[in-house]
């Protein structure tokens, strides 16, 4: 297999204390609207899928069809960027490693997901390395559900990154520069990765690492097309 | 009376026994159509009007979707009648192409069940607009209220009560209408006398806030109602034109309710189809332009313009084959000539009737925007008629593959005539239904889209057309494919007095990622005379009916021929098409083949509880599950599973899940057996290929 790491935004995670984000965890990536944070959760998806690790991503916005549709456009970007032909084993391995959960009109709860974590182990004795939870919307939820997703991380042995929207007009920013909506509950996280889009690109950079302070002056700069790192 | 503004093509469309054809039988009583009630499943034995055919009767069950029309208050409504079952989708959806608007019956006691989620997506799909009825309301523990929440919950609508019960279960009255705030309650007989009275004084309260809830819905769909509402000044019409607004937009969904084996409610139903359900003006429609590489091109409701209409079903009566049309654009005169387009063949129009289930009336002319049927003509379902000036074709329908076959022989030389014609009527009337004779064994085999859709079949041939059959067990549609380069170069030389057979092939054969055949010719200096080459070409063709592992279709290769030789006198199409047989032979198990089996895309719905019992079910499956929704209290479970692992499914998923979840499933791809099952379908398939040709 050709590692991904070269051109995944995933890059900026070398830069940090343990490479990682780690079992127990929870990351957050934040970023203005429409400037890809789903796009870079893909890429963390991807990173752990073909490492042959598994992968639940929790929608709570899309439906599968959507999501596996962002996959797709991801996936070919990919393949093209590091000229692989033949993708079969790529594509059995998504397959075989991602699991889409989706909760459409509200129904999202901690419950419900434990519940659906507990079938697809009893089931399907499919036990996730990650999860991916996109379009949890911040200000609108409760400390607790943080709190409660940690649980999940650290009963799951399963590592959780989730997207954040903040917005142009909200500059609040805590003590140790988290912005808002992750400012009254920066602590729950370990890692905290701020999306910007700059004329050049995007730029990441690490706000949060585990017990250390973020790296906040250094980037990675993404393809606004591709969302792939530039060298 | 017959201005187009004035027609409803409607459907009736829900979960099974939540009284479909129990209302429709009653629409047609109070409109007149028909002089008395059968109950679907009633004692006189007469059976309700819409299911015509026998086997429908017996089961109390609507298999194929008959057309009836009807007038009330000056409209004239015509009723598509759908099936609710799963295994006849195609017919779903081909009544669903054809209606402009659609009755959604709910059950106050099932509520939304996952047929109705099914049936509401096709919907959705095709864009029609549709009401509700909550049937049943005189049922023990009917809650209408739960069934409007399970609406919004479970089928995403924004649904608001048009009218309310007056009790519940064997309570129920009559129905408080929430626009004229009077109360209707149904005497006579058979419901039809209607005493309009005040609202009970235990309800009025309960009343003003559902019409309340009413207006602050309908309000958005209309800025006249929204004025009249601050102004106290509400009128009934105002009402009635922002509902029917918020309706034909599909943004709203009005809810009425009733009981239409009590005979409760079904005259407003009727007045509500009139006032809320969408015109064929109201409505887009489009057609391909074959002229102009399939352009979308919109249709006029016009009696004026060329004539385009679609054949959305076919049955075969006593006095031959009837044609259920729709009529998009123009108008039809008996004696006038119509087009089919996909066979290019000009028709009569003989006899023009207008059907009510299985009755007629003879008509002279037919417009844009109605159902009417032709007699005697020969053609398909699905396809488009022109005047001959257009050539146009409606969008395709989406018709899925067949996956599941079985063998089907005739007991004796009665049976054989009679299947026969059954089988051709059959392949007519359904596109996903096919059968063919096998060139091997000889025997008749038939394909569809599952058990019961098959076994349906079979069960008519036997009472309709008198053939008695008996049938094989049923057979997945496996596929052959090569998975790696392999040369060939192979004479055919035959000398046996008189003329000889000479041809020579060289080349190679390779996979096709494609899964399509491609002929590659790179023969160079003549070697293969051009005259002979197609005959090579068509050798290669033909064996790919049959591969050499398992005796099932190759799906698709690149044969590359670069080399042969002729000779002048003894080489003929027939020497180069059995050259390349001979070149296939000699290949074809060096390219290392394998066996495809179909996979399925398969989606359960069902309470959320049940989530765990039936993923391990389809892991058992050899399925991989590709997501899970939970929405409400209900989740999807979409997984691939292959078919040779379905069969039973109903059953298993019914004691699973104590019957409350359902399954649909759809061709996905076709997709390599794993290697250790591999050898053992080799065995018996080739041990079945043997026995075939005893």
């Given at each position: 297999?050709?590692?991904f790491?070269?051109?995944?935004?995933?890059?900026?995670?070398?830069?940090?204390?343990?490479?990682?984000?780690?079992?127990?965890?929870?990351?957050?990536?934040?970023?203005?609207?429409?400037?890809?944070?789903?796009?870079?959760?893909?890429?963390?998806?991807?990173?752990?899928?073909?490492?042959?690790?598994?992968?639940?991503?929790?929608?709570?916005?899309?439906?599968?069809?959507?999501?596996?549709?962002?996959?797709?456009?991801?996936y070919?970007?990919?393949?093209?960027a590091?000229?692989?032909?033949?993708?079969?084993?790529?594509?059995?391995?998504i397959?075989?490693?991602?699991?889409?959960?989706?909760?459409?009109?509200?129904?999202?709860?901690?419950?419900?997901?434990?519940?659906?974590?507990?079938n697809?182990?009893?089931?399907?004795?499919f036990?996730?390395?990650?999860?991916?939870?996109?379009?949890?919307?911040?200000e609108?939820?409760?400390?607790?559900?943080?709190?409660?997703?940690?649980?999940?991380?650290?009963?799951?042995?399963?590592?959780?990154?989730?997207?954040?929207?903040?917005?142009?007009?909200?500059?609040?920013?805590n003590?140790?520069?988290?912005?808002?909506?992750?400012?009254?509950?920066d602590?729950?996280?370990?890692?905290?990765?701020?999306?910007?889009?700059?004329p050049?690109?995007?730029?990441?950079?690490l706000?949060?690492?585990?017990?250390?302070?973020?790296f906040?002056?250094?980037?990675?700069?993404?393809?606004?097309?591709?969302?792939?790192?530039?060298? | 009376?017959?201005?187009?503004d004035?027609?409803?093509?409607?459907?009736?469309?829900?979960?099974?026994?939540?009284?479909?054809?129990?209302?429709?039988?009653?629409?047609?009583?109070?409109?007149?159509?028909?002089?008395?009630?059968?109950?679907v499943?009633?004692?006189?034995g007469?059976?309700?009007?819409?299911?015509?055919?026998?086997?429908?009767?017996?089961?109390?069950?609507?298999?194929?979707?008959?057309?009836?029309?009807?007038?009330w208050?000056?409209?004239?409504i015509?009723?598509?009648?759908?099936?609710?079952?799963?295994?006849?989708?195609?017919?779903?959806?081909?009544?669903?192409?054809?209606?402009?608007?659609?009755?959604?019956?709910?059950?106050?006691?099932?509520?939304?069940?996952?047929?109705s989620?099914?049936?509401?997506?096709?919907m959705?799909?095709?864009?029609?607009?549709?009401?509700?009825?909550?049937?049943?309301c005189?049922?023990?523990?009917a809650?209408?209220?739960?069934?409007?929440?399970?609406?919004?919950?479970?089928l995403?609508?924004?649904?608001?009560l048009?009218?309310?019960?007056?009790?519940?279960?064997?309570?129920?009255?009559?129905?408080?209408?929430?626009?004229?705030?009077?109360?209707?309650?149904?005497?006579?007989?058979?419901?039809?006398?209607?005493?309009?009275?005040?609202?009970?004084?235990?309800?009025?309260?309960?009343?003003g806030?559902?019409?309340?809830?009413?207006?602050?819905?309908?309000s958005?769909?209309?800025?006249?109602?929204?004025?009249?509402?601050?102004e106290d000044?509400?009128?009934?019409?105002?009402?009635?034109?922002?509902?029917?607004?918020?309706?034909?937009?599909?943004?709203?969904?009005?809810v009425?309710?009733?009981?239409?084996?009590?005979?409760?409610?079904?005259?407003?139903?009727?007045?509500?189809?009139?006032?809320?359900?969408?015109?064929p003006l109201?409505?887009?429609?489009?057609?391909l332009?074959?002229?102009?590489?399939?352009?979308?091109?919109?249709?006029?409701?016009?009696?004026?313009?060329?004539?385009?209409?679609?054949?959305?079903?076919?049955e075969?009566?006593?006095?031959?084959?009837?044609?259920?049309?729709?009529?998009?654009?123009?108008?039809?005169?008996?004696?006038?000539?119509?087009m089919?387009?996909?066979?290019?063949?000009?028709?009569?129009?003989?006899?023009?009737?207008?059907?009510?289930?299985?009755?007629?009336?003879?008509?002279?002319?037919?417009?844009?925007?109605?159902?009417?049927?032709?007699?005697?003509?020969d053609?398909?379902s699905?396809?488009?008629?022109?005047?001959?000036?257009?050539?146009?074709?409606?969008?395709?329908?989406?018709?899925?593959?067949?996956?599941?076959?079985?063998?089907?022989?005739?007991?004796?030389?009665?049976?054989?005539?009679n299947?026969?014609?059954?089988?051709?009527?059959?392949?007519?009337?359904?596109?996903?239904?096919?059968?063919?004779?096998?060139?091997?064994?000889?025997?008749?085999?038939?394909?569809?889209m599952?058990e019961?859709?098959?076994?349906?079949?079979?069960?008519?041939?036997?009472?309709?057309?008198?053939?008695?059959?008996?049938?094989?067990?049923?057979?997945v549609?496996?596929?052959?494919?090569?998975?790696?380069?392999?040369?060939?170069?192979?004479?055919?030389?035959?000398?046996?007095g008189?003329?000889?057979?000479?041809?020579?092939?060289?080349?190679?054969?390779?996979p096709?990622?494609?899964?399509?055949?491609?002929?590659?010719?790179?023969?160079?200096g003549g070697?293969?005379?051009?005259e002979?080459?197609?005959?090579?070409?068509?050798?290669?063709?033909?064996?790919?009916?049959?591969?050499?592992?398992?005796?099932?279709?190759v799906?698709?290769?690149?044969?590359?021929?670069?080399?042969?030789?002729?000779?002048?006198?003894?080489?003929?199409?027939?020497?180069?098409?059995?050259?390349?047989?001979?070149?296939?032979?000699?290949?074809?198990m060096?390219?290392k083949?394998?066996?495809?089996?179909?996979?399925?895309?398969?989606?359960?719905?069902?309470?959320?509880?049940?989530?765990?019992?039936?993923?391990?079910?389809?892991?058992?499956?050899?399925?991989i599950?590709?997501?899970?929704?939970?929405?409400?209290?209900?989740?999807?479970?979409?997984?691939?599973?292959?078919?040779?692992?379905?069969?039973?499914?109903?059953?298993?998923?019914?004691?699973?899940?104590?019957?409350?979840a359902?399954?649909?499933?759809?061709?996905?791809?076709?997709?390599k057996?794993?290697?250790?099952?591999?050898?053992?379908?080799?065995?018996?398939?080739?041990?079945?290929?043997?026995?075939?040709?005893?």
């Amino acid at each position: 297999m050709i590692p991904f790491s070269s051109v995944s935004p995933l890059k900026i995670l070398e830069k940090s204390s343990q490479g990682a984000l780690g079992a127990g965890n929870l990351g957050v990536l934040i970023a203005r609207a429409g400037v890809g944070k789903t796009a870079c959760l893909i890429h963390i998806a991807f990173d752990k899928i073909f490492s042959q690790e598994k992968l639940v991503h929790v929608a709570l916005e899309e439906g599968p069809e959507k999501v596996m549709s962002y996959y797709s456009v991801i996936y070919y970007d990919l393949l093209k960027a590091l000229g692989i032909t033949d993708d079969y084993e790529y594509r059995m391995r998504i397959e075989r490693n991602r699991m889409i959960l989706a909760y459409l009109n509200q129904s999202f709860d901690l419950d419900r997901l434990r519940n659906n974590l507990k079938n697809l182990a009893e089931g399907l004795q499919f036990t996730p390395d990650a999860l991916i939870v996109d379009g949890l919307d911040f200000e609108k939820t409760d400390r607790k559900v943080f709190e409660g997703l940690k649980d999940i991380a650290q009963e799951a042995e399963t590592e959780i990154w989730l997207s954040a929207l903040s917005h142009r007009h909200i500059t609040e920013v805590n003590d140790h520069g988290i912005p808002y909506p992750c400012s009254q509950i920066d602590d729950l996280f370990s890692l905290i990765v701020q999306l910007k889009a700059e004329p050049s690109g995007i730029f990441l950079s690490l706000l949060k690492d585990h017990d250390q302070p973020g790296f906040p002056d250094t980037h990675v700069r993404l393809d606004p097309n591709t969302f792939l790192a530039m060298v | 009376m017959n201005t187009i503004d004035n027609i409803r093509n409607i459907g009736i469309s829900a979960h099974i026994d939540s009284g479909k054809t129990t209302l429709t039988e009653r629409i047609l009583y109070y409109t007149k159509r028909i002089f008395a009630i059968h109950e679907v499943r009633g004692k006189d034995g007469v059976g309700a009007t819409m299911d015509s055919m026998e086997l429908e009767r017996e089961r109390g069950i609507t298999i194929a979707s008959a057309a009836t029309y009807c007038e009330w208050k000056g409209h004239r409504i015509n009723i598509i009648d759908t099936p609710g079952h799963v295994d006849f989708t195609i017919e779903v959806e081909r009544a669903l192409r054809v209606m402009d608007g659609a009755v959604l019956i709910l059950c106050a006691v099932g509520g939304v069940q996952s047929q109705s989620i099914t049936v509401d997506r096709q919907m959705n799909r095709y864009e029609v607009p549709r009401i509700a009825f909550i049937n049943k309301c005189d049922r023990s523990g009917a809650n209408p209220r739960r069934v409007v929440r399970q609406l919004r919950e479970k089928l995403n609508h924004n649904p608001v009560l048009l009218q309310l019960p007056i009790g519940l279960e064997n309570q129920c009255k009559g129905v408080v209408d929430l626009v004229s705030m009077k109360a209707f309650y149904f005497e006579g007989r058979s419901g039809d006398e209607i005493r309009t009275d005040e609202i009970p004084a235990d309800m009025r309260d309960q009343a003003g806030a559902a019409r309340e809830a009413l207006l602050d819905a309908a309000s958005m769909y209309s800025d006249d109602l929204m004025e009249a509402i601050l102004e106290d000044k509400v009128t009934e019409p105002l009402i009635r034109d922002a509902v029917r607004s918020g309706t034909i937009s599909r943004e709203l969904t009005p809810v009425f309710v009733g009981s239409a084996y009590k005979n409760i409610g079904v005259q407003p139903l009727l007045d509500a189809i009139n006032s809320y359900l969408p015109s064929p003006l109201d409505v887009q429609n489009t057609a391909l332009d074959l002229d102009q590489d399939e352009r979308p091109v919109p249709l006029e409701t016009d009696a004026r313009k060329p004539v385009v209409a679609l054949a959305f079903k076919l049955e075969v009566t006593p006095y031959g084959q009837l044609t259920y049309l729709r009529i998009y654009q123009g108008a039809i005169q008996k004696g006038a000539d119509l087009m089919i387009i996909r066979t290019g063949k000009k028709i009569k129009v003989g006899r023009l009737v207008r059907m009510h289930a299985d009755q007629m009336e003879d008509l002279t002319t037919a417009q844009a925007g109605d159902i009417v049927a032709l007699f005697g003509i020969d053609c398909s379902s699905g396809d488009t008629f022109t005047d001959g000036t257009l050539h146009y074709s409606m969008s395709s329908m989406f018709v899925p593959e067949p996956v599941i076959s079985l063998t089907i022989s005739p007991q004796d030389n009665k049976s054989q005539d009679n299947m026969s014609k059954a089988l051709n009527r059959f392949t007519r009337e359904d596109p996903t239904f096919k059968s063919y004779v096998d060139s091997e064994s000889g025997e008749t085999i038939i394909s569809g889209m599952g058990e019961l859709h098959l076994d349906v079949y079979v069960e008519r041939m036997k009472r309709e057309f008198n053939a008695d059959v008996t049938t094989g067990m049923p057979q997945v549609a496996y596929r052959e494919a090569i998975t790696r380069q392999a040369v060939f170069d192979y004479i055919h030389k035959k000398q046996t007095g008189g003329s000889g057979q000479f041809g020579r092939v060289a080349g190679f054969m390779a996979p096709s990622s494609e899964g399509t055949y491609e002929f590659i010719n790179e023969i160079k200096g003549g070697a293969i005379p051009t005259e002979f080459v197609p005959a090579v070409d068509k050798g290669f063709r033909s064996c790919l009916e049959k591969g050499l592992l398992v005796r099932f279709p190759v799906l698709g290769m690149n044969i590359t021929v670069n080399d042969g030789k002729a000779h002048s006198v003894d080489s003929s199409d027939m020497a180069f098409f059995q050259a390349a047989v001979g070149a296939f032979k000699q290949a074809y198990m060096k390219a290392k083949p394998v066996i495809l089996e179909p996979i399925m895309k398969v989606t359960v719905e069902g309470p959320s509880e049940f989530q765990g019992n039936v993923m391990g079910a389809i892991n058992q499956r050899r399925g991989i599950i590709t997501s899970s929704i939970e929405d409400g209290a209900f989740t999807t479970i979409e997984a691939e599973v292959p078919l040779a692992e379905m069969f039973g499914y109903a059953t298993t998923l019914r004691s699973l899940t104590q019957g409350k979840a359902e399954f649909t499933m759809e061709f996905s791809r076709y997709a390599k057996v794993p290697e250790s099952l591999s050898e053992e379908l080799k065995t018996t398939l080739r041990e079945k290929s043997r026995g075939d040709k005893k």
